[in-house]
Nanobody
Framework: QVQLVESGGGLVQAGGSLRLSCAAS????????MGWYRQAPGNQRELVAI???????NYADSVKGRFTISRDNAENTVNLQMNSLKPDDTAVYYC???????????WGKGTLVTVSS
C-alpha cells in the first residue's frame, strides 16, 4: 500500500512564496516518477511539474521560471518551491507518484494553495 502525505499549503499574497512537500511510504520501486498536479475550482486537474528518480524534470509552461521541483530518493520525498506566486496559481495541489510499467498513479489528498491579489 502506497501513501502520499502533502504539507505546506496555505494563504500567501501575490508575489510571495510557498514550499510544498510530499512524503511517500509503502512499496516504492527504485525507479518512479513523482510530481505535482493542481486543480482550480471548475477546472480539470493539470500537471504542474514532475521529476524522475534520475532527476529529469518537466514543467507546465505557466510555472516555468517560477516553480522548482526537487526530490530526495533516499527519503522518497518530493518538494515544490513556488516563487512569484500569482492569483491564477490558486488551487488544490496534489502529490502524484507513478510506479511500474505501465505506470500506475497514486495520489495524495491534496493541499490548498490560495494566492491573494
Amino acid at each position: 500500500q502506497v501513501q502520499l502525505v502533502e504539507s505546506g499549503g496555505g494563504l500567501v499574497q501575490a508575489g510571495g512564496s510557498l514550499r510544498l512537500s510530499c512524503a511517500a511510504s509503502g512499496s516504492i520501486f527504485s525507479f518512479n516518477v513523482m510530481g505535482w498536479y493542481r486543480q482550480a475550482p471548475g477546472n480539470q486537474r493539470e500537471l504542474v511539474a514532475i521529476i524522475t528518480t534520475g532527476g529529469s524534470t518537466n514543467y507546465a509552461d505557466s510555472v516555468k521560471g517560477r516553480f522548482t521541483i526537487s526530490r530526495d530518493n533516499a527519503e522518497n520525498t518530493v518538494n515544490l518551491q513556488m516563487n512569484s506566486l500569482k492569483p491564477d496559481d490558486t488551487a488544490v495541489y496534489y502529490c502524484n507518484l507513478q510506479l511500474g510499467i505501465p505506470p500506475r498513479p497514486y495520489w495524495g489528498k491534496g493541499t490548498l494553495v490560495t494566492v491573494s491579489s
